[in-house]
C-alpha cells in the first residue's frame, strides 16, 4: 500500500528546481521529483505563490501522476521516480 502523506511532505530542491518528497510503499522509501517547468505547464497559476506552495496546494493532482508512474513501474535507474513537463498524463 502506497502512503503519500499529506502535502506538507513537499519540499523545494533548488539544486534540480523542483519539489521533492517521500511516498513509502510499506516500510520502502520511495524518492519522487517534479520539475518546475511540469508544475508551471500542468497545474497552472490558479493557486497564488511560490512553486512549493503551489505543489502543495495540488498534491492530490500530483500523487495521481506519481501513482501511476509507479504502478507502470516507470522508476528511474535510482529507484526514484521524476516527473517532468512532457511526463504529465491528461486524466
Same mark, same amino acid.
Given at each position: 500500500?502506497?502512503?503519500?502523506?499529506?502535502?506538507?511532505?513537499?519540499?523545494?530542491?533548488?539544486?534540480? #528546481?523542483?519539489?521533492?518528497?517521500?511516498?513509502?510503499? $510499506?516500510?520502502?522509501?520511495?524518492?519522487?521529483?517534479?520539475?518546475? =517547468? =511540469?508544475?508551471?505547464?500542468?497545474?497552472?497559476?490558479?493557486?497564488? $505563490?511560490?512553486? #512549493? @506552495?503551489?505543489?502543495?496546494?495540488?498534491? @492530490?493532482?500530483?500523487?495521481?501522476?506519481?501513482?501511476?508512474?509507479?504502478? =507502470?513501474?516507470?522508476?528511474?535507474?535510482?529507484?526514484?521516480?521524476?516527473?517532468?513537463? $512532457? @511526463?504529465?498524463?491528461?486524466?
Amino acid at each position: 500500500m502506497l502512503d503519500f502523506g499529506s502535502s506538507d511532505r513537499v519540499r523545494w530542491d533548488s539544486d534540480h #528546481l523542483g519539489v521533492t518528497f517521500i511516498v513509502y510503499d $510499506g516500510n520502502k522509501p520511495i524518492r519522487c521529483f517534479v520539475s518546475r =517547468a =511540469a508544475i508551471d505547464d500542468n497545474l497552472g497559476y490558479s493557486t497564488p $505563490g511560490t512553486i #512549493l @506552495d503551489r505543489a502543495q496546494a495540488e498534491f @492530490d493532482e500530483i500523487v495521481e501522476q506519481v501513482r501511476s508512474r509507479i504502478e =507502470a513501474r516507470a522508476f528511474d535507474t535510482d529507484g526514484s521516480i521524476r516527473i517532468r513537463t $512532457g @511526463d504529465w498524463r491528461r486524466h
